[in-house]
Structure formats: structure tokens, C-alpha cells
């Protein structure tokens, strides 16, 4: 049993395209040794709908190349086939159709769906971690239900791109849940747009906040700039190689990107080597500011003294 698909909804978790109850899959489930690694999506996704079900495309072991092509996140995450694959993996979906401000909703509803699910994990096994990884809107389910969780529910959290605020992962993060949690915020300036784009859309809960890709102060969390040379040097010095960015603008570069899902494995399935301390030992002291990458000048061409737009 190495992934069960889950779908999250107001009225709770159930599994996808399956009328079987689902408390007796997770205690099946608890006998499986290894971490619990929960993956979600974010905006425009919807479990069932053929063209844009999470469950057929990155959160599938086999992702058809609809809406676009993406490499399989379980695959990515280590999780196999077999039988013998370490560890559970959860490929979470949940409705992120409609405007965006429809989709938050769900979202904020589905992470009380899923302190529910977490819940029950942590309840079979205390002993097993659990760790989350979530893009783009995927992240407020994670922050959403860290309120409602015991200490130790939730282990460690990556967000890609998160769309999100600074203030609500301070909010979760200082919970009795959060505070034992570890938070790794990736982030690139190739999002700046996308993360402008929310902070115009959807109101912050506090005046001046701004999403979490502009940085996070927090003892428990540490912030990956993954188009900062500095920060892709010091993960290659450990062994952890990304591809440099090839574009300045994208939403999806956190998990496109050569090597960021095989960084994210060894993130959660090694923890106790990866530590924070270590992830932030050869950072920079603060991501780049917005715009940096959209506003860098136009590299030279092979073989010209300048930039073509340059004067």
C-alpha cells in the first residue's frame, strides 16, 4: 500500500473514486513503516473532472500530460509500485476550481478536513512522522489545520511557491502543533508576479502583510530561494544538485525544476541529517527582492561586449 488517494471535502475526507469507508484503510494503512508524506496541489485542480484531476496528473505514479506535462510527485518522492516502498504516501486532492476567491474557501474548509485525517494518522501511529508538501493555494490547507492538531501531528512542512501570508504561517507556526513543526518555504522571484497577483486579490489579514515568498522570520522555518546562485550552491555543496531557473516568470518552477522533487525527498525522508540549521548555514541572510529576476538586465549574447538593450 504505498499511496492512497484522498479527497477532501466539507463534509470530510473520503477516498477517491472508491465507496469504501476510510477509517479501515488508514488502520491498514498504520502497519506501513516510513514517514506519512501528504501531498497536495493548488489553485484550478479538481479531483473527478477528467481534464484537470489532480489524481491523473501530479499526484499519479503514471501523469498524463493534460492540463500540461509535470513529473509524478510519488514518483519523485521516493514511493513506487511495489509493495516494499518505504513509507505512505497520501495524493491529496481537493476542489480548487472556480475564481480564485472560491478556491480559497475550499481550500481553508479542506484544512479542517484534513486536521481530521491527520488526526487519525498520528492517532494509529505517534510514533511515525508525518510530513506535508503543498504548491501555490495547497499550503492554507497545512496552515488551516495546524490549530486543530496536537503536538507532533505534523512533522515537517514544505510549501512551494505558497500562496499564502507571512501572518498566517506565523499564526499556525505559534500553535502548540506549530511550534514543534519544521516549515521550509521555497520560493523563487520567478513567482513575484503570482504572488503580487494574490496579495491584489485576496485581502491580508494584517495591513503591510505580504506572502510568505517575499521571506519568513521564524526560529522554526527556513526560506529556499531556489533561483538565488548562492542558495543553489550551498544545496549542491550538499549533495542536493537543482537546476539553475530558465525563465523569469513561472508559477510551477518549484516542482518543474531538474532536482527540486528529489531535494524535497531527502527533505522529508531524511530529517534528522537535513536540519534546518543545516539548510541555513550558507543561505543569504534574506531572499532577493521582489521584481530582482523580472527587472535584471538581458544577459549578453556569446560574443557581445553588451546586453542588446543596452545604452
Same mark, same amino acid.
Given at each position: 500500500?504505498?499511496?492512497?488517494?484522498?479527497? &477532501?471535502?466539507?463534509?470530510?475526507?473520503?477516498?477517491?473514486?472508491?465507496?469504501?469507508?476510510?477509517?479501515?484503510?488508514?488502520?491498514?494503512?498504520?502497519?506501513?513503516?516510513?514517514?506519512? #508524506?501528504?501531498?497536495?496541489?493548488?489553485?484550478?485542480?479538481?479531483?473527478?473532472?477528467?481534464?484537470?484531476?489532480?489524481?491523473?496528473? #501530479?499526484?499519479?505514479?503514471?501523469?498524463?500530460?493534460?492540463?500540461?506535462?509535470?513529473?509524478?510527485?510519488?514518483?519523485?518522492?521516493?514511493?513506487?509500485?511495489?509493495?516494499?516502498?518505504?513509507?505512505?504516501?497520501?495524493?491529496?486532492?481537493?476542489?480548487?476550481?472556480?475564481? &480564485?476567491?472560491?478556491?480559497?474557501?475550499?481550500?481553508?474548509?479542506?484544512?479542517?478536513? &484534513?486536521?481530521?485525517?491527520?488526526?487519525?494518522?498520528?492517532?494509529?501511529?505517534?510514533?511515525?512522522?508525518?510530513?506535508?508538501?503543498?504548491?501555490?493555494?495547497?499550503?492554507?490547507?497545512?496552515?488551516?489545520?495546524?490549530?486543530?492538531?496536537?503536538?507532533?501531528?505534523?512533522?515537517?512542512?514544505?510549501?512551494?511557491?505558497?500562496? !499564502?501570508?507571512?501572518?498566517?504561517?506565523?499564526?499556525?507556526?505559534?500553535?502548540?502543533?506549530?511550534? !514543534?513543526?519544521?516549515?521550509?518555504? !521555497?520560493?523563487?522571484?520567478?513567482?513575484?508576479?503570482?504572488?503580487?497577483?494574490?496579495?491584489?486579490?485576496?485581502?491580508?489579514?494584517?495591513?503591510?502583510?505580504?506572502?510568505?515568498?517575499?521571506?519568513?522570520?521564524?526560529?522554526?522555518?527556513?526560506?529556499?530561494?531556489?533561483?538565488?546562485?548562492?542558495?543553489?550552491?550551498?544545496?549542491?555543496?550538499?549533495?542536493?544538485?537543482?537546476?539553475?531557473?530558465?525563465?523569469?516568470?513561472?508559477?510551477?518552477?518549484?516542482?518543474?525544476?531538474?532536482?527540486?522533487?528529489?531535494?524535497?525527498?531527502?527533505?522529508?525522508?531524511?530529517?534528522?541529517? &537535513?536540519?534546518?540549521?543545516?539548510?541555513?548555514?550558507?543561505?543569504?541572510?534574506?531572499?532577493?527582492?521582489?521584481?530582482?529576476?523580472?527587472?535584471?538586465? !538581458?544577459?549578453?549574447?556569446?560574443?557581445?561586449?553588451?546586453?542588446?538593450?543596452?545604452?
Amino acid at each position: 500500500m504505498p499511496m492512497i488517494k484522498i479527497n &477532501l471535502t466539507q463534509s470530510g475526507a473520503h477516498l477517491h473514486d472508491s465507496p469504501r469507508p476510510l477509517a479501515p484503510v488508514l488502520r491498514s494503512a498504520g502497519r506501513v513503516d516510513g514517514p506519512v #508524506i501528504v501531498m497536495t496541489h493548488g489553485y484550478r485542480y479538481q479531483p473527478g473532472n477528467p481534464r484537470i484531476c489532480p489524481h491523473r496528473h #501530479i499526484l499519479s505514479l503514471d501523469p498524463e500530460p493534460q492540463p500540461h506535462p509535470a513529473p509524478s510527485w510519488p514518483g519523485g518522492l521516493g514511493f513506487g509500485p511495489a509493495e516494499n516502498t518505504p513509507g505512505l504516501a497520501i495524493a491529496l486532492g481537493w476542489d480548487g476550481s472556480g475564481t &480564485l476567491w472560491q478556491a480559497r474557501r475550499r481550500a481553508l474548509l479542506a484544512g479542517q478536513a &484534513l486536521a481530521g485525517l491527520l488526526n487519525q494518522l498520528h492517532q494509529e501511529r505517534p510514533d511515525r512522522p508525518i510530513h506535508f508538501i503543498g504548491h501555490s493555494m495547497g499550503v492554507e490547507l497545512a496552515l488551516a489545520a495546524m490549530p486543530l492538531l496536537p503536538p507532533g501531528a505534523l512533522t515537517r512542512i514544505i510549501s512551494i511557491s505558497g500562496a !499564502v501570508y507571512a501572518g498566517q504561517a506565523q499564526q499556525a507556526l505559534r500553535s502548540p502543533a506549530g511550534q !514543534v513543526a519544521e516549515f521550509i518555504n !521555497v520560493t523563487s522571484r520567478e513567482n513575484d508576479l503570482f504572488d503580487w497577483l494574490f496579495e491584489r486579490a485576496i485581502a491580508p489579514p494584517h495591513r503591510r502583510d505580504r506572502a510568505i515568498g517575499a521571506g519568513l522570520d521564524l526560529p522554526n522555518a527556513v526560506t529556499l530561494q531556489l533561483d538565488c546562485a548562492h542558495t543553489l550552491d550551498h544545496l549542491a555543496r550538499l549533495g542536493l544538485a537543482v537546476a539553475a531557473p530558465q525563465s523569469r516568470v513561472c508559477h510551477r518552477s518549484g516542482y518543474l525544476r531538474p532536482g527540486a522533487l528529489t531535494l524535497y525527498c531527502h527533505l522529508l525522508r531524511q530529517p534528522h541529517w &537535513l536540519t534546518l540549521d543545516l539548510l541555513r548555514h550558507g543561505l543569504p541572510a534574506h531572499p532577493a527582492p521582489r521584481w530582482s529576476r523580472i527587472l535584471a538586465p !538581458v544577459p549578453a549574447r556569446p560574443g557581445l561586449p553588451f546586453a542588446p538593450n543596452a545604452s
